[in-house]
Nanobody, 125 residues
Framework: QLQLVESGGGLVQPGGSLRLSCTAS????????IGWFRQAPGKEREGVSC????????KYVDSVKGRFTLSRDNAKNTVYLQMNSLNCEDTGVYYC??????????????????WGQGTQVTVSS
């Protein structure tokens, strides 16, 4: 069965850090570009960050630039989203998604081929 599994979410105080993981099973993640999306309560889903298959291209939404870092470890079939200096606006369900092929990673949810079930991130004091 082909699936993506996110982990690492939880409750953290403002200013804290979390590292989210996105692990693939049933397929080799190194052949895919990966995107992270989030959806806060009452808000539309938004793209947070994405990384190309080769890791040569990484993009971030303006609100997380300088705070979030996306990386990949193909040997572990996993992509990591390191989130620092978290604030309440970062609260939401975080999803990873995989898109097959080279080139720049897609920016839209519907352009991806596989999606995970999401992990909750709550930033609160």
């Amino acid at each position: 069965q082909l699936q993506l599994v996110e982990s690492g979410g939880g409750l953290v105080q403002p200013g804290g850090s979390l590292r989210l993981s996105c692990t693939a099973s049933g397929f080799t993640l190194e052949n895919y570009a990966i995107g992270w999306f989030r959806q806060a309560p009452g808000k539309e889903r938004e793209g947070v960050s994405c990384i190309s298959r080769s890791a040569g291209s990484t993009k971030y939404v303006d609100s997380v630039k300088g705070r979030f870092t996306l990386s990949r470890d193909n040997a572990k079939n996993t992509v990591y989203l390191q989130m620092n200096s978290l604030n309440c606006e970062d609260t939401g369900v975080y999803y990873c998604a995989a898109s097959y092929g080279p080139g720049s990673p897609p920016s839209e949810w519907d352009e991806y081929d596989f999606w995970g079930q999401g992990t909750q991130v709550t930033v609160s004091s």
